[in-house]
Structures are given as structure tokens and as C-alpha cells.
């Protein structure tokens, strides 16, 4: 065999190979890199020409990947991402700003606790922007997002901040009623984490009185529950600080996980490899 065709393969014959293959289409890799449907084709017939093995099967309308393109697919993607990460680690100009999108609750409750240790970590100025969730709520490619779910979104960047405990929680003033805390007035949060409803179906707790109050964020929620308006299912991890200086009470030891957290989200544009791996040290080391 004749190794010699395996050296010094011209890199944009890769790349389009690589373009091509995700897309999987000539248009749509040409459309991305800036290049005619024509030179894509032109490109990916030489690499295949020299390694003589067909890469794409091609029909009027579309291509789709032989065996030997599917096998090797994954070996260009990671020699192209170490490309990347290397030229970016060595040449790359370090971003002076990083701009974090989160909820109210959660800049309040888990960011600014952290942020001494956070901002010793990273080399860069941190903006914090309030995050709105919606139903359209996108990816934006020069922010870093968290935000709560079970993590399937498209980023390249992705860390769980905590995992997810539920129990009751309520101020010492309201407890001084000396009631049993199953029959206090109750709080509701509307949003992504397990209702009243199914804790009690979980724990065999009354189900009612039903909350008097409602709030749409967990913040708001958290700040009537310590003024004493009622009791509210609360995430431990947000919590923390309230139950440990006496602000908030735990009120059973039962507590429900739930398979939804927050997640750090970034995309290359946001962060370089070097400053998310700085993040994600410093966010393993505060601990949840």
C-alpha cells in the first residue's frame, strides 16, 4: 500500500468532508463556508481520489455517508477540534468580558454567594444580565446561559450545577403558631419543579389547605415563605443560606429529588476552552 496518499492531506479537503457530512448536504457545506456547491464537490472528489474510497454515496438529491465515511467521521471531527481548542489555547486572544444570563432567583440565591471564588477563578470582567424564560427562549452565541431543565440543548459547553432536592421550608415566625406545619397556609411557585400536589401524592401529606398565595418566580416565592406568610416547597441547594443562618426552617426530612437542575450553558463563541475549564473548576471547588 502506498502510505505516501495518507500525507500532508490539504485541510480543506477535510473540512469540507467535515462540513458536508454534518450538514449532509454540498449546498448547505457550501452555504457555511462561504464556498460554491461546485468547490465543496470539487474538494471532497480529490480527498476522495487520494484515499481512494468513496466518502458519500450520491443521488439527484441528496448524499449520505458510505461505511468508510461514517468510520471515519468521527476521526476528523476530533482532529479538527483539537485544531481548534491547540490554536485557540496558544494564538487565541482571551475575552476580557463574560456575560452570564440567569434567572433572578438564581443570580440572588446561588451566584452571589459564589462570586468571590468565582471571580478569583476567571481572568475576565463578568457581566450578569436577568434572564426572561419563555417558550421561544434560544441560544444566544455570545452569552452564557443557565438554565434550568434536563440539560438536552444543543450547547457545546454544558455543566449541572446541583442536583435537584425538594422539601418544605418556613420562617420560625410562622411556626410559633405551634401548628403542625401540614396544616399552615402554603405557598405555590409556578414553573418547571414538583407543586404541592405531588409531594403530597409522594409523602402521604394532606393535601389541602391549598396555597392562598402564588408566585412566578421561585425568588418571590422563597422571600413571602421568610416573612411568614407560608409555607413553600423549596429547592435545598437555593435555599441553603436561608436554612443555615435560621432565616428559613426545614420542616420534614422527606425531600423529592427531581431529574431537573440548572445547567451552565455556553457555546464557543462565549467562552473560550481554556475559560470554561476555569468555570468549571471554580465551579466544582465552591461545591453545591
Not at 448536504?25 to 464537490?41: D, K, M, P, R
Not at 440565591?109 to 468571590?116: D, E, F, I, T
Not at 440543548?153 to 406545619?181: C, F, H, N, Q
Amino acid at each position: 500500500m502506498d502510505k505516501s496518499r495518507f500525507d500532508n492531506l490539504p485541510l480543506e479537503w477535510v473540512r469540507a468532508f467535515e462540513v458536508a457530512a454534518r450538514l449532509g448536504s454540498f449546498t448547505a457545506a457550501a452555504q457555511e463556508t462561504g464556498l460554491t456547491q461546485s468547490a465543496i464537490s470539487q474538494r471532497i472528489g480529490k480527498l476522495e481520489k487520494r484515499l481512494e474510497t468513496q466518502l458519500f454515496l450520491r443521488q439527484p438529491r441528496s448524499i449520505s455517508l458510505t461505511v468508510e465515511g461514517e468510520t471515519w467521521l468521527p476521526h476528523v471531527r476530533s482532529a479538527l477540534e483539537s485544531l481548534r481548542e491547540s490554536s485557540e489555547g496558544l494564538f487565541g486572544i482571551s475575552r476580557h468580558r463574560l456575560t452570564i444570563s440567569a434567572s433572578a432567583s438564581m443570580i440572588e440565591l446561588w451566584l452571589l454567594p459564589r462570586l468571590s471564588r468565582l471571580t478569583a477563578e476567571i481572568d475576565a470582567q463578568l457581566s450578569f444580565r436577568t434572564l426572561v424564560l419563555s417558550a421561544d427562549t434560544h441560544q444566544e452565541p455570545g452569552i452564557i446561559q443557565i438554565r434550568y431543565g434536563s440539560g438536552d440543548w444543543a450547547y457545546t459547553y454544558k455543566l449541572p450545577l446541583y442536583r435537584e432536592v425538594i422539601a418544605p421550608v418556613a420562617s420560625p415566625k410562622l411556626l410559633k403558631k405551634g401548628m403542625d406545619w401540614t396544616g399552615l397556609p402554603r405557598i405555590a411557585v409556578v414553573g418547571p419543579r414538583p407543586s404541592w400536589n405531588e409531594w403530597s401524592a409522594r409523602f402521604g401529606t394532606p393535601s389541602t389547605p391549598l396555597p392562598g398565595l402564588r408566585f412566578d418566580t421561585f425568588f418571590a416565592g422563597l422571600s413571602a415563605a421568610r416573612q411568614g406568610f407560608g409555607v413553600a416547597l423549596a429547592s435545598l441547594p437555593l435555599c441553603q443560606d436561608d436554612l443555615s443562618s435560621g432565616r428559613l426552617v426545614r420542616l420534614s426530612q422527606d425531600e423529592l429529588a427531581h431529574h431537573e437542575t440548572y445547567w451552565l450553558l455556553a457555546s464557543r463563541e462565549a467562552v473560550s476552552r481554556r475559560q470554561w475549564d476555569l468555570l468549571e473548576r471554580g465551579l466544582k471547588a465552591i461545591g453545591n
